[in-house]
């Protein structure tokens, strides 16, 4: 993690006591250092070191806030203020988020924990955060305008509440909320049990992440806001494949996976290899009398799912929105389709006017994987990856799950691409092919009867 200096004299600096709200607001001085992460990296769990132990969770490409105890309160600090996010390497968007990241940090907390969360306004404009699932008093909602005054430039506002029950929430702002959230304003809750639970399973590994979308004009740096629909740019936490990480994890792991979603779209979660349960949602965890196995869940607007299954399968596993258009980059909303028509002896002759012109599409799209085509500064290609067998012809939202036996707990390093074993690989036949089966025909030359119905005014009459 970046700022190292600055982390520790998060933990250690010493600070004014505040007993209470009103308190806290009038006590800025003693405010926690904010931490600031600029890595795009996915950041190793923060293991707790004050306060309730827990198993920490792992953010896919993002990090853990850290806190400081105070009189038992656990304080965080965040800030919002506009970032640069790396989308993927050479393409970075200018955003809006918190403590230097869209989305901002995971924070975790425990069942029980009072927790304060000092948040510092360095948008243009007010803010608010809304701290969604939570149950809390109405006055720490943060909706602007209905149970606060919005946060004006510059100032910072205190939030108080006890996380009252486990789960997977998510944070964003309740204010200008088209505007504020199309420019990536929006992080993830952990509340973790405080004692064993009996619909909450203890997992050998944890992660967590948000779906995304951003509408950017290729050769642009800042998201359309007024966008509905025609979204480009789709994202797990930002990030766009191939520059998402692999949830990388050791054979017979128990694995828990939290998804939210802050895009306008739903988004079906589907993993290769494995079924998995829905273990939770927004409402927290579910009976596991209402669990069935899937290997596809949909994530509605708005919503938490949580799953977890046993990876039990070796190997790399793709793990990808089951909407096509979501595992592609940049992609034209005009393009037209040309599969099927003939540009023999065209192309030449229209490069001779554009001479970076490329014929796409009248096969389909899959040459793109492979086409070193020109695209605008500060853009992705639509479709890219490349695995050890070729082009992937993915993009957007697609990351790989990998398993391995020799993987070591704790560890979370990326292993490389799966070795085969021998015979285990689907592979090209140049044997005999056998008769295709067709069904037998039929004898009977008999009409089929029929018998027409037509309507009347009292009715149908045959």
């Not at 994987?369 to 697609?398: H, K, S, V, Y």
């Not at 090209?428 to 089929?448: C, I, K, Q, V």
């Amino acid at each position: 993690m970046t700022n190292t200096n600055s982390r520790r004299q998060f933990f250690a600096g010493a600070a004014a006591s505040v007993a209470g709200l009103a308190v806290a607001r009038s006590a800025l001085a003693g405010l926690p250092e904010p931490v600031i992460q600029t890595s795009v990296e996915t950041a190793p769990p923060l293991i707790p070191t004050t306060g309730r132990p827990y198993n920490p969770v792992v953010t896919l490409n993002g990090w853990t806030l850290p806190w400081r105890m105070n009189n038992g309160v656990k304080e965080f600090h965040l800030v919002a203020e506009p970032v640069v996010r790396e989308v993927s390497p050479g393409f970075k968007v200018n955003m809006w988020g918190y403590n230097g990241q869209s989305p901002g940090p995971t924070i975790e907390v425990v069942e029980g924990d009072r927790v304060r969360i000092f948040v510092t306004n360095k948008l243009p404009e007010h803010t608010t955060i809304h701290w969604h699932g939570q149950r809390l008093p109405s006055g720490m909602d943060g909706v602007g305008g209905l149970n606060q005054r919005a946060i004006p430039v510059g100032k910072t506002y205190v939030y108080e509440f006890e996380a009252r029950r486990p789960g997977t929430f998510m944070y964003h702002p309740h204010a200008d909320e088209m505007v504020q959230m199309a420019m990536g304003m929006m992080g993830m809750w952990v509340t973790h049990p405080k004692a064993k639970h009996p619909h909450i399973s203890e997992v050998d590994r944890d992660f967590c992440f948000l779906l995304n979308a951003f509408d950017v004009e290729p050769g642009s740096k800042t998201p359309k806001v007024n966008t509905m629909t025609d979204f480009n740019i789709w994202c797990w936490n930002s990030r766009v494949f191939p520059a998402i990480d692999t949830l990388n994890v050791r054979l017979n792991d128990r694995v828990r996976i939290r998804v939210g979603n802050l895009t306008m779209t739903n988004h079906p979660i589907h993993l290769h290899g494995h079924e998995f349960l829905v273990t939770g949602t927004d409402g927290g965890p579910t009976p596991p009398s209402t669990r069935w196995y899937e290997v596809t869940t949909d994530v509605a607007v708005g919503q938490m799912r949580q799953i977890e299954l046993i990876a039990d399968e070796e190997g790399d596993w793709a793990m990808h929105c089951h909407k096509s258009h979501h595992t592609m980059n940049a992609m034209g909303h005009d393009v037209p389709t040309l599969i099927g028509v003939d540009h023999r002896g065209l192309v030449k002759k229209i490069q001779k006017v554009a001479p970076d012109y490329m014929l796409m599409g009248e096969r389909g799209m899959a040459d793109m994987g492979e086409m070193q085509m020109p695209i605008p500064d500060n853009t992705a290609p639509m479709m890219t990856g490349t695995g050890q067998f070729g082009p992937l012809e993915m993009g957007g939202m697609f990351t790989v799950f990998k398993v391995r036996k020799d993987q070591k707990p704790g560890d979370y390093k990326d292993p490389g691409p799966y070795k085969f074993p021998e015979g285990t690989v689907a592979y090209e036949w140049n044997g005999t092919l056998p008769p295709t089966p067709r069904p037998a025909a039929s004898s009977d030359t008999t009409p089929a009867a029929a018998t027409a119905i037509k309507p009347s005014a009292k009715g149908m009459s045959h």
